[in-house]
């Protein structure tokens, strides 16, 4: 898809590689600064036979952890990883079940996590961005009717800025 990837950490550039002359674990490495371990242990994340239409939406490393928004035919849901220190995938669980918050239409379609630890999860709801406090008590729809649907990427910057983009998705 690309020729050269640049890779930013923390606002600022580390690197620049030509694509076809890196491989996963190079650029897993120049993205955080250390070496990662690029597998999963499958035997502790066995798929089962109504995973099969999972989909991930969205990825966010943030605070040590991984939050993967994924959807399948039936449910949209947020879910966090610890991430371990030799790179691993720790113990998961669901930090937000969209579909039980906003109902069987919801789509979910962008995550972002702020450096508190709140997640904020981007749907095509009349109210589009939710906000899970980082303790993860219930999540409540952010500025109600001023933001429109459908939300299709977010992002967290530095400070307090949260980065919508609201664009139709298809």
Not at 93 to 107: E, F, K, W
Not at 138 to 143: A, D, R, Y
Not at 147 to 166: D, E, I
Request: no cysteine.
């Amino acid at each position: 898809i690309s020729d050269r990837v640049t890779v930013l950490r923390r606002g600022k550039q580390v690197g620049t590689v030509v694509t076809k002359e890196v491989d996963e674990a190079g650029l897993a490495t120049l993205m955080v600064g250390r070496d990662v371990l690029l597998r999963v242990d499958k035997a502790q994340h066995t798929a089962t036979a109504g995973d099969a239409s999972l989909a991930v939406r969205d990825l966010v490393v943030a605070n040590g952890m991984l939050y993967v928004a994924s959807v399948t035919a039936e449910t949209a849901k947020v879910w966090r990883y610890a991430l371990n220190a030799d790179g691993t995938l720790g113990a998961g669980a669901v930090t937000v079940d969209v579909t039980a918050v906003l109902g069987p239409a919801a789509v979910l379609n962008a995550i972002a996590v702020a450096r508190d630890g709140t997640l904020f999860v981007g749907t095509n709801a009349a109210n589009p961005v939710l906000e899970v406090p980082a303790g993860g008590s219930t999540p409540v729809p952010l500025f109600p009717g001023v933001l429109r649907p459908p939300v299709s990427a977010m992002a967290w910057a530095a400070g307090s800025k949260l980065y919508v983009s609201q664009q139709a998705i298809g």
